[in-house]
């Protein structure tokens, strides 16, 4: 039994980013991943006008095995799976500057739907001298 739950697979239906200019850009909603394994996460960002100083990013599952029952991304991004700094940088996959996280789905995750979610943390301000 236990080894089942380590193949047991979860389906991310929505990918969210609670932070204004910020996507999760791989994977996409409605990916497979199964409990236990290491999957790549690309955040990508827009291009600012303003003077924006990063601080960092948080990404997070947060399970609905029933489809039903999830917090939207912007009350709450669930069980964290990577907090951090986020350097992104232009690169072939994504318009825009991206950054690629390696993060793994805890094998206690139970089988059905998950939202996927970012948080991102930043200074809005004057340009430094």
Known sequence: MELLKYCISVALFVSAAIAQGI?????TPGSTVTSGSTITVQVGTNIFIENLETIGIAIGLQSCPNGSGCYTADESIGTILYTGLFNPSFGPEYY????????????????????????????VGEPSA
């Open 23 to 27: 996507t999760i850009v791989s994977p």
């Open 96 to 123: 825009g500057p991206y950054q690629d996280f390696a993060v793994t789905i805890p094998s206690s995750t139970p089988a059905g739907q998950a939202n996927l979610a970012v948080a991102d943390f930043f200074l």
